[in-house]
């Protein structure tokens, strides 16, 4: 919207001085042509604005079209409407229930300017301006998909390449934790339901992830899987708590974007022998909103070792997948750190 808003601006300026010659050209009167041209200019570039700032992202691109086509319609007639009103009382000073008497004033200029100049021309020139406003946003959006696409698939392929060059084939790793399952003796429980959730994480890379989104149950259910490996290898010093888990259902989301969060926190909590040490996961669903929660407890001094590039990396492909759909911010409050995402859904 910012790197559009230089557009709009040079656009009503161009608008409004046109406007302002054409008027004072055939009435010869500043003082009441830069009024009529700056109002009109107005009417137009707020009707321009509503059709491609909120119509079209709210209607148009939900292929709700029917509410779209009644909203420009409504567009067009309440700006004609309102400059035919001011246009009036600027050139005229009377209202349009003084028709007949500025008929009956005038006689046929009257006429003619009321209909053909008047009413055709702010009717005519509100739509053509939406419409080329409409016609110039979908073909910039199409570009910018297309140009996202691209970015999309060369960022696949990369990735595809590093996992080949730097990682031994990941179903070996699936295959061969299966056999070890079998392997330990049932009454190794603990050891069983550990090698039981690596391979379910494994699986969920294997097969859950090659679509561009996974059911939000799926994800969640990994994250439990990867916080109950955590847990083992943490013991006592770290307590973690997940809210919200068990009531997300009925959307989907990308793949692996709430996992790096999650590894975010295991990675920097804190190691105080002197307080708690904690990890707080929690996920809700508002008004179409799914928000994602991580907290943990951090420690300046233990992190200057520490770097990472897992939250720049989930940004990107945010940004690739889901537009102007998500934000993700991050804050530092004293001795706790926190990661909070909110993806419209």
């Known amino acids: 919207m910012s790197r559009r808003l230089r557009y709009y601006i040079l656009f009503t300026t161009g608008l409004s001085l046109c406007s302002f010659f054409i008027k004072l050209g055939w009435t010869h009167n500043a003082g009441k042509a830069l009024p009529s041209s700056i109002f009109e200019a107005f009417m137009d570039v707020a009707a321009l604005l509503c059709t491609v700032e909120w119509l079209m992202p709210r209607y148009f691109y939900r292929s709700q079209y029917g509410r779209f086509g009644l909203g420009l319609g409504l567009i067009v007639f309440l700006g004609g409407t309102a400059n035919i009103l001011v246009q009036l009382r600027i050139f005229v000073g009377s209202n349009f229930l003084e028709y007949h008497v500025n008929i009956a004033k005038y006689k046929e200029v009257f006429f003619y300017w009321f209909w053909s100049n008047l009413v055709a021309g702010s009717y005519l020139m509100i739509f053509f301006v939406v419409l080329g406003g409409f016609a110039l946003r979908l073909a910039f959006d199409r570009v910018l998909t297309a140009r996202r696409l691209a970015d999309m698939e060369a960022a696949h392929l990369r990735s595809e390449l590093e996992v080949l060059k730097n990682q031994i084939n990941p179903h070996f790793i699936f295959n061969a ?99 708690e040490n904690f990890i707080a996961l929690i996920c809700r669903l508002e008004e179409g909103r799914f928000y994602f929660q991580a907290l943990n407890s951090y420690d300046p001094v233990r992190q200057r070792g520490l770097s990472g590039i897992g939250l720049d990396n989930t940004r990107k492909r945010l940004e690739l997948l889901c537009r102007d759909r998500f934000t993700l911010s991050t804050a530092e409050k004293g001795n706790q750190f926190e990661t909070t995402l909110t993806l419209t859904v």
């Open 177 to 275: 934790l299966n056999a070890i399952y079998y392997k330990i003796d049932r009454s190794n429980g603990t050891a069983r339901a550990l090698t039981e959730q690596f391979s379910a994480l494994i699986r969920y890379q294997l097969y859950e992830c090659n679509e561009a989104v996974v059911d939000i149950e799926k994800e969640i259910c990994f994250i439990e899987n990867y916080v109950s490996l955590q847990r083992e290898r943490s013991g006592d010093v770290v307590k973690v708590s997940c809210s919200g888990f068990g009531s997300m259902a009925g959307f989907t989301i990308p793949p692996h974007v709430l996992a790096p969060l999650v590894e975010n926190c295991f990675k920097h909590v804190s190691r105080f022998e002197d307080r």
